[in-house]
């Protein structure tokens, strides 16, 4: 049996903080990711979990239909719109680039596997 590729978009994010102690004050950054438990549901099956955090989806989130199909589920769980709307190239170099939220829609027209999960920005946008 050939495995279900299974691409899980956004579910990361980075918290910034500032902390005041009186006069002195300090910031604190932290990286967190929400798929462990997800992931470990995987284990043992015929499916291939990749899971692709917010800021690497901005730049590697499929821009094709032919990358699209690489995959059989695509899930965008807690990452806005915005994410893949302005990749790297569009937001810093002003470049064109092709609106992967259009490409997702035909993509999932055509039978792809679409799941969007509940989360702050699933549904933004």
């Known amino acids: 049996m050939q495995p279900i590729k299974f691409l899980l978009a ?3 994010w980075v918290s910034s903080s500032t ?13 967190e990711t929400g798929v462990e438990y997800l992931e470990k549901a995987f284990d043992g099956t015929h499916i291939e979990f990749i899971h692709m955090p917010s800021h690497i989806a901005s730049k590697e989130f499929p821009s094709s239909l032919d990358a699209l199909n ?3 589920v695509i899930a965008l769980s807690d990452i806005g719109a915005n994410t893949l709307l302005l990749p790297p190239e569009t937001w810093a170099g002003g470049q064109s680039f092709p609106n992967r939220l259009k490409l997702l829609a035909e993509w999932t027209r055509a039978g792809g596997g679409l799941l969007m999960c509940g989360g702050y920005y699933s549904f933004a946008g």
């Open 70 to 72: 690489e995959f059989d």
């Open 10 to 12: 956004g579910e990361s």
């Open 19 to 31: 902390h005041y102690k009186g006069w002195d004050f300090f910031s604190s950054t932290m990286y």
